[in-house]
């Protein structure tokens, strides 16, 4: 059974780099592709990125400018950076794995249980 | 990338049946068939209930469907129970590889 769990402050500064990483365990990151998606406060999901463990990615194109993920193979994890912070990206941050076993493709089956990251001062 | 389109809620007693749209365009919904259903109870991660418009992972109650007609995908619950009480998100695999979901519909069991 594939588990995700995220990890990283739960405070950030306005106009600072929120970091967060996921650490996967009970499976290889060595296949797939390993997503972020947030939850606002009082919102819908959003999406914002994903990563293949051969280190391609795609951004929702609203973060793009702000957003880097990266994949680390030798410790099973993956991290997002999301630069220049305001109080709008205060969310509920989940990473999730993106299924991808053609025919059925494309579709969210695991998911952390998700980290509460506020930005104030 | 837009937002697919869900209602903001929807309602029903116990034992009935109810349908969630989610409304996207040709360049998600309607172009591919990668359309995913998400539960998501208060404070809790989501859950997957349906993938690739109507397929039901191992585990998920059949009384949860998945259909699509053009742009517009469709959740159904029948017979619903008490524990159905939660946000449904619809999501589209989109024509620029990326993903988009809906708004999200509160379902109120009554």
């Not at chain 2, 903001?8 to 365009?25: F, H, L, M, Y």
């Not at chain 2, 360049?27 to 259903?37: L, Q, T």
């Not at chain 2, 209930?49 to 585990?59: A, C, L, T």
């Not at chain 2, 009480?85 to 024509?95: F, G, I, K, L, V």
């Amino acid at each position: 059974q594939v588990q995700l769990q995220e990890s990283g402050p739960g405070l950030v500064k306005p106009s600072e780099t929120l970091s967060l990483t996921c650490t996967v365990s009970g499976g290889s990151i060595s296949k797939d592709y390993w997503s972020w998606v947030r939850l606002p406060p009082g919102r819908g999901l959003e999406f914002i990125g994903y990563i293949h463990y051969s280190g391609s990615t795609n951004r929702n194109p609203s973060l793009k400018s702000r957003v880097t993920i990266s994949v680390d193979l030798s410790k099973n994890q993956f991290s997002l950076r999301l630069r220049s912070v305001t109080a709008a990206d205060t969310a509920v941050y989940y990473c999730a794995r993106v299924s991808d076993i053609p025919p059925s493709r494309f579709y969210f089956d695991y998911w952390g249980q998700g980290t509460l990251v506020t930005v104030s001062s | 990338q837009s937002a697919l389109t869900q209602p903001a809620s929807v309602s029903g007693s116990p034992g009935q049946s109810i349908t969630i749209s989610c409304t996207g365009t040709s360049s998600d919904i309607g172009g591919y068939d990668y359309v995913s259903w998400y539960q998501q109870h208060p404070g809790k991660a989501p859950q997957l209930m349906i993938y690739d418009v109507s397929k039901r992972p191992s585990g998920v109650s059949n009384r949860f469907s998945g259909s699509k007609s053009g742009n517009t995908a469709s959740l159904a619950i029948s017979g619903l129970q008490p524990e159905d009480e939660a946000d449904y998100y619809c999501t589209s695999y989109t024509s620029s590889s990326t993903f988009v979901f809906g708004g999200g519909t509160k379902l109120t069991v009554l």
